[in-house]
């Protein structure tokens, strides 16, 4: 079903205030250059522009903070798209930041009871009133559990989850729009990202889900002495309010005692812990950004906020490994066949161009030493290049990629020098093993093996359903005409102009006629052909200037 940019009525007035933001921050032009017609919104009035001089880029982060959490976050994730981004528009993204007043304290007491079902005194001993962490979504307070646990309680903002929803509703409306009628939007197959972006900060507002992420990646970690997960209270937690262990520490850049202990140690550990998340349990976190990451007193990381994780099945990994292995070979031609294989493609793809420009980039990081290889940025110049040939990439592999340019951010900060290929070989090297081995590759050929005797098996009684279709004239063919929904939106677009112009001439000549026969011809004392005239010059006008400003005569 095909919606319109406006398809969620009830959304009218945050569709004006967005619109409003817009223009007043200078992008007024924009919604012009779309072909949007914001005229029909009711109460609309333009607003003036107040920040003319600010550079694009930077009136651009402002849009998105003022426009609340969730454009902040599309922000955010768009910071990790060079491809789709100019870099001058990547480097305002990375300075988002959400800018909000903490919760009133009552308001929070009134959300964990109703959350809970029970008063604060019956499941506290203390709960803070001032907050140790304050976001767009929720905040973070310490409190003391009747059994004299020492807690952090996350809780969610009041309605904070219904003005989210409808935001993103909007962008899913704006994104198929924007994919009816041009073609790089269909390109990027915005409707899929907006979708994906869309059940990700779901995710986030369910604290139920992050709960049971932490669970998993608590136990999926259990061998790493030094990366802690707090432990989720799940008899105190709900989709609003999450209650897990307190474990104090201290963020990156703070007065830390390097002596006690070895930042190049935990940075290895810290890069072997993600590199079993991704390659082995096929569950990481996606959001490792330095507020995210602690240090305690005696030299452990403190990992927080599971809302955001990344799941890739074995199938997966095994090609990002193989991607891993053809990059560091400097195989163009297998980097490419992953490519196509990994991505889909609406167009059939040059590969000879594509292999040409992807030996261009790893020849170009051949002459580095190891230490000066990081793969984030190797990772994000091979999405372009795929994008560039119309290969869309899977949502799996740009989460892997985003994830690794905030690891090694992170690490960088630990030990400017670590070498990242080289901490990597025995991961690998163990990986290829266990692929490699000779009861996996035998369970493998049987199953393989038995999916295709079933599917040939199969073969006939599809044949014979083809045939009884075929004799019974049920058989039916479907054609789909590429880009025909935007054609029929320019015939129509053209049918009503024409019908308009009939009803103009008509109505001049049924005057005309009018006049003819009688010079003085009124119908309730109205002259009938004056006032004809008068209607078909406006229908006129009206019918001249919409045709002048579509920029099509």
């Given amino acids: 079903m095909k919606r319109s940019v406006i398809h969620h009525y009830k959304y009218i007035r945050r569709y004006r205030e967005i619109l409003s933001v817009l223009t007043r921050h200078g992008f007024g032009y924009l919604l012009e250059a779309l072909h949007i017609n914001i005229n029909f919104i009711p109460f609309w009035r333009k607003t003036e522009i107040t920040e003319p001089t600010a550079v694009t880029a930077e009136r651009l982060r402002r849009v998105l903070e003022e426009l609340g959490p969730t454009f902040i976050k599309l922000g955010q ?3 990790t798209r060079p491809e789709l981004l100019p870099p001058a528009y990547i480097d305002q993204l990375e300075q988002l930041q959400d800018k909000v007043n903490p919760e009133p304290f009552p308001t929070v007491q009134a959300t964990i009871e109703q959350e809970l079902g029970r008063s604060l005194a019956a499941v506290f001993n203390h709960l803070d009133p001032v907050p140790l962490a304050t976001a ?12 004299g646990k020492t807690v952090a309680v996350k809780v969610q903002r009041a309605q904070i989850a219904e003005k989210i929803r409808a935001d993103l509703d909007i962008l899913i409306d704006v994104a198929h729009f924007l994919e009816s009628r041009f073609n790089w939007a269909r390109q ?39 990366i802690r997960i707090p432990e989720i209270y799940k008899q105190y937690s709900t989709a609003k309010v999450l209650v897990m262990e307190y474990l104090p520490g201290l963020k990156l850049g703070a007065d830390i005692a390097w002596d006690k202990f070895s930042p190049q140690q935990m940075a290895k550990e810290l890069m072997a812990a993600f590199c079993k998340q991704i ?61 196509i294989r990994l991505g889909s493609s609406d167009i059939p793809v040059d590969k000879a161009a594509l292999r040409r420009d992807i030996y261009t980039l790893l020849d170009k990081y051949h002459s580095r030493t190891l230490d000066q290889i990081r793969i984030g940025p190797l990772f994000q110049e091979i999405i372009k290049i795929a994008l560039k040939h119309h290969i869309h990439i899977p949502r799996e592999l740009v989460m892997v990629s985003r994830s690794i340019l905030l690891l090694e951010s992170l690490v960088e900060r630990l030990d400017p020098t670590l070498d990242w290929v080289t901490a990597v070989q025995p991961l690998v090297r163990k990986l290829i093993r266990y692929r490699l081995e000779p009861n996996r ?24 359903q083809v045939l009884r279709r075929v004799e019974e004239g049920k058989l039916q063919l479907t054609i789909e005409h590429l880009y025909f929904e935007e054609f029929m939106q320019k015939t129509g677009r053209l049918g009503n102009r024409l019908s308009f112009s009939l009803i103009i001439a008509s109505i001049i000549i049924g005057t005309s006629l009018i006049a003819q026969k009688s010079a003085d011809s009124f119908l309730w004392r109205l002259p009938i052909s004056e006032l004809g005239f008068i209607v078909a010059v406006i229908m006129g006008l ?12």
């Fill in 441 to 464: 590759l035998i369970k493998k050929a049987r199953d393989y093996t038995i999916n295709t005797v079933t599917s040939l098996a199969e073969i006939p009684e599809m044949l014979h």
């Fill in 542 to 553: 009206w019918l001249i200037i919409s045709i002048i400003r579509s920029g099509k005569l």
């Fill in 279 to 339: 390659m082995e349990d096929g569950f990481f976190h996606a959001d490792l950004h330095p507020g995210n990451f602690q240090i305690t007193a005696d030299g452990c990381i403190v990992l927080m906020d599971f809302g955001m994780m990344g799941r890739i099945d074995e199938v997966f990994r095994d090609q990002l490994l193989f991607l891993f292995i053809k990059g560091y070979t400097k195989d163009s031609d297998g980097v490419a066949n992953l490519l």
């Fill in 77 to 79: 994730l768009l910071s």
């Fill in 136 to 147: 767009s979504i929720g905040q973070v307070h310490r409190g003391v559990l009747t059994d």
């Fill in 188 to 226: 990027h197959h915005l409707v899929g990202l907006a979708e994906e972006f869309a059940a990700t900060i779901r995710d986030e507002l369910d604290y139920t889900t992050e709960a049971a992420n932490a669970a998993r990646l608590k136990e999926n970690l259990q061998s790493f002495q030094c």
